[in-house]
Structures are given as structure tokens and as C-alpha cells.
């Protein structure tokens, strides 16, 4: 009965390497997000999708993209991986804007 | 601007103690209110939340307590257990509409001693 799922739980990538983390999720709402968390940090949020509309946020690097090609998938790119990129992702989910956030288990990001 | 912070980096207790975790935020137009609890290597947990008309909430031995006067939330564990330790996060809505979003605290990390 998982309702927010991240694929896949622990990633290694190469220095400079495309790399794509996903999250899927059975609850239907309306909006994802997706948050990037360092050791001992509070997670913080990249951007997120109310529906089919992006909002990025203004300190996110271009570096990291999203894609969301229907209500119960949304991507992350990383274009082009760097060592300060190493960190937990997470997605999460609320039926609307401003609500209870609903988190999945995360995505370990290694560069290499 | 607006941040939410927490008095506290780490907080120790004895088992079966109460606990109290704190945070002050600073947007006094923030209507919503989310304690998460983090294990370690796991996503954020809900556990409990509360709206700016009301200023107690009780759960399963947690409670929450909002003063918006010091604009302070608190939230209290009673008959901390070994599974309590995690990292507690506060979290206040910020903004509206299709922009609203999650504004979350440093943490603090709870360590409960057998």
C-alpha cells in the first residue's frame, strides 16, 4: 500500500553523467515535488508541479530538470552530475498547494 | 523573510520521559503547521498538524501547541520510546495558490537514552 514510490532507492553515477531519479504515486493529488536533502539539513525544495504546471524555485540550479508526463509520474534529470550534487532526493505529494506533504522513502544519490 | 527555525539541535532524554521539541517561525501570515519525524536513510513521516485558528492539537502521544503571539510551535512526546529517536522537522506553510509551499526548520534530533 505504498502510496509515494521512488525508484530507484540508492543511485551511483559518474561525475558529469545524465542521471534520472523517478516518483510515482497512488494517491492521485494534485501536485509533486521534489526536494533535495543533505547530511543534517533540512530538505529543500528544487520545484515542484501543481498538476502540469512547473514552478521552479529561484535558486535551483539548471542543472536539474523535471518532467511530469502524466498525474502519477514525475522525473528528475540531472544533467550533467557534479560532486556537490551527492545527496538524498525526495518526492513528495499533497492534493493541493499548502497542504500535508506526503514523502517517499528517497533516492541516495552517489557521484563518482 | 521568512524561516523557521528550531531552538535545539539535539535533545536527550530518558525513556519514558516527555519530551518537548521547539521551533519559532517568522511568518505571522502562515496558516498551517507540520511536525515530520525522520529516521535515518527514510523520507520525512507525518505526525502531526495544526491550523493557525487553534492552538492545541492532540495525537497519539504527541500534542501540538501553537502561540501565534510568539509565533512559536511546540511539540511534546509523551513517554518518549527508543523509536522516537529520529530528526524532528517543523514546517509552516508559505505562500498561496499554485506557488504555496512547505518552508521547513533546521531539525532537531532526538536521542532517547535507555
Known amino acids: 500500500d505504498a502510496m509515494v514510490i521512488q525508484n530507484p532507492r540508492y543511485q551511483v553515477t559518474q561525475f558529469g553523467k545524465p542521471v534520472t531519479l523517478s516518483c510515482s504515486q497512488t494517491l492521485n493529488h494534485n501536485v509533486m515535488y521534489w526536494y533535495q536533502q543533505k547530511s543534517s539539513q533540512a530538505p529543500k525544495l528544487l520545484f515542484h508541479y501543481y498538476d502540469k504546471d512547473f514552478n521552479n524555485e529561484a535558486d535551483t540550479p539548471d542543472n536539474f530538470q523535471s518532467r511530469r508526463p502524466n498525474t502519477s509520474f514525475c522525473f528528475l534529470d540531472i544533467r550533467s552530475p557534479g560532486l556537490g550534487d551527492a545527496a538524498m532526493y525526495l518526492c513528495?505529494?499533497?492534493?493541493?498547494?499548502?497542504?500535508?506533504?506526503?514523502f517517499g522513502p528517497g533516492t541516495r544519490l552517489t557521484v563518482t | 523573510g521568512e524561516s523557521v527555525g528550531l531552538h535545539l539541535p539535539t535533545l536527550s532524554v530518558q525513556e519514558g520521559d516527555n519530551s518537548i521539541i521547539n521551533c519559532a517561525y517568522s511568518n505571522s501570515a502562515s496558516d498551517y503547521f507540520i511536525w515530520y519525524k525522520q529516521e535515518s536513510g527514510k523520507g520525512p513521516q507525518f505526525i502531526i498538524d495544526?491550523?493557525?485558528?487553534?492552538d492545541k492539537r492532540q495525537g497519539q502521544r504527541v500534542t501540538v501547541l501553537l502561540n501565534k503571539t510568539v509565533k512559536h510551535l511546540s511539540l511534546q512526546i509523551a513517554a518518549t520510546q527508543p523509536g522516537d529517536s529520529a530528526v524532528y522537522f517543523c514546517a509552516e506553510t508559505f505562500g498561496s495558490g499554485n506557488t504555496g509551499k512547505l518552508i521547513f526548520g533546521q531539525g532537531t534530533t532526538l536521542q532517547v537514552k535507555p
Open positions: 513528495a505529494t499533497s492534493r493541493n498547494t499548502g497542504g500535508r506533504q506526503y
Open positions: 495544526i491550523r493557525s485558528n487553534m
